[in-house]
């Protein structure tokens, strides 16, 4: 089991920069992927980035070059780092993560988090 907090949402001025943070807890072996999602009013909930544990990252274009995700050594944290932000990345930002809950199956379980919000004003 894995429950995930999310942390740093807020309003910000277009240009601006904000920082999420996502931490993990729980029982679980381990955390394959970590990411984070976005759901704008009316919208589907879209990918924004992920990460894996060796390093490897996908971007979706629309913040390619803005946003940077990182994770710390220990696994368990994933960061957002949002520059340049424009109105259209208000959003609630929702954290993912993929956990193997036991060392004898390979299978994963998905979770999220309950969301924060960012608000970018013009």
């Known amino acids: 089991q894995v429950q995930l907090v999310e942390s740093g949402g807020g309003l910000v001025q277009a240009g601006g920069s904000l920082r999420l943070s996502c931490a993990a807890s729980?029982?679980?072996?381990?955390?394959?992927?970590m990411g984070w999602y976005r759901q704008a009013p009316g919208k589907q909930r879209e990918l924004v980035a992920v990460?894996?544990?060796?390093?490897?990252?996908n971007y979706a274009d629309s913040v390619t070059g803005r946003f940077t995700i990182s994770r710390d050594n220990g696994q368990k944290t994933v960061y957002l780092q949002m520059s340049s932000v424009k109105p259209e990345d208000t959003a609630v930002y929702y954290c993912?993560?993929?956990?193997?809950?036991?060392?004898?199956?390979?299978?994963?379980?998905?979770?999220w988090g309950q969301g924060t919000q960012v608000t970018v004003s013009s």
């Open positions: 990460i894996t544990t060796g390093g490897r990252i």
């Open positions: 993912n993560a993929a956990a193997r809950l036991s060392g004898l199956l390979v299978a994963t379980t998905t979770y």
């Open positions: 729980g029982r679980f072996f381990a955390i394959n992927t």
